[in-house]
T-cell receptor
Framework: ETGVTQSPTHLIKTRGQQVTLRCSSQ?????VSWYQQALGQGPQFIFQ???????GRGNFPPRFSGLQFPNYSSELNVNALELDDSALYLC???????????FGQGTRLTVV | KQEVTQIPAALSVPEGENLVLNCSFT??????LQWFRQDPGKGLTSLLLIQSSQREQTSGRLNASLDKSSGRSTLYIAASQPGDSATYLC??????????FGSGTKLNVKP
C-alpha cells in the first residue's frame, strides 16, 4: 500500500460531460502529479501541483485542469469529455526534492 | 524531449527461465529510474528505484541496472514464475519528480 488514495475507482461518462477525479496524497507529501494511461500505453504526464500551484504541464489541452488543496489532496477536472479521454488516470504523491513518487491505484474513466 | 523505449513489447517464456527486459532513454540528465509492475486493469506497483549515483539495485529475484551514459537500464528476473506475468514499466525521473514512462513489456510466464 502506498498511502495514495484515488476516487472513484471506475466511472462512466457521456461525451461532452465534465468529470472530477480525486486524489489523497501520502502524509507529509506536498506534490501531486497526474498521469493519463491509455490502453496499451505507458502513463503520460498531465500536470503537477506543488503547494497549491501548477508546477509544470504536459501536452494536454486546457480542458484538463486541476486543483491542490491546503491538505495537499488534489482534483483533476476534465471538461467537454471526448471518447479519447477514456483511460486510466493515475495520481502520484511525492515530496519536492526527493526524486521518487508513490502512485495510487488509478481511476478508470470510460467515455461513451 | 525525453523518450523512453522498452524492448521487447511482449515476451512469453516457460516457467523457470531467467529473462532480461530492456529500457532505453534519450536524455541522460535524469535523477532516478524506477521499474514498476502493472497487473491488468490495475495501478502501478513499484519494484525497484535506482538513484542516478547507483549502478544497480536488487530485490529478491529482481535486479535492475542503470547506465546513464548510454541511456540504458535492464531489469533481470531470475527463475521466472507464472505469478510474474504482468506488464513491466520503466520510468525515468527528471527534475521536480516528473516521470517519463515507456510503453511497457508485457510478460507471460507459462506454467
Amino acid at each position: 500500500e502506498t498511502g495514495v488514495t484515488q476516487s472513484p475507482t471506475h466511472l462512466i461518462k457521456t461525451r461532452g460531460q465534465q468529470v472530477t477525479l480525486r486524489c489523497s496524497s501520502q502524509s507529509g507529501h506536498n506534490t501531486v502529479s497526474w498521469y493519463q494511461q491509455a490502453l496499451g500505453q505507458g502513463p503520460q504526464f498531465i500536470f503537477q501541483y506543488y503547494r497549491e500551484e501548477e508546477n509544470g504541464r504536459g501536452n494536454f489541452p486546457p480542458r484538463f485542469s486541476g486543483l491542490q488543496f491546503p491538505n495537499y489532496s488534489s482534483e483533476l477536472n476534465v471538461n467537454a469529455l471526448e471518447l479519447d479521454d477514456s483511460a486510466l488516470y493515475l495520481c502520484a504523491s511525492s515530496f519536492m526534492g526527493r526524486a521518487e513518487a508513490f502512485f495510487g491505484q488509478g481511476t478508470r474513466l470510460t467515455v461513451v | 524531449k525525453q523518450e523512453v523505449t522498452q524492448i521487447p513489447a511482449a515476451l512469453s517464456v516457460p516457467e523457470g527461465e531467467n529473462l532480461v527486459l530492456n529500457c532505453s532513454f534519450t536524455d541522460s540528465a535524469i535523477y532516478n529510474l524506477q521499474w514498476f509492475r502493472q497487473d491488468p486493469g490495475k495501478g502501478l506497483t513499484s519494484l525497484l528505484l535506482i538513484q542516478s549515483s547507483q549502478r544497480e539495485q536488487t530485490s529478491g529475484r529482481l535486479n535492475a541496472s542503470l547506465d546513464k551514459s548510454s541511456g540504458r537500464s535492464t531489469l533481470y528476473i531470475a527463475a521466472s514464475q507464472p505469478g510474474d506475468s504482468a506488464t513491466y514499466l520503466c520510468a525515468v525521473i527528471h527534475n521536480f519528480n516528473k516521470f517519463y514512462f515507456g510503453s511497457g513489456t508485457k510478460l507471460n510466464v507459462k506454467p
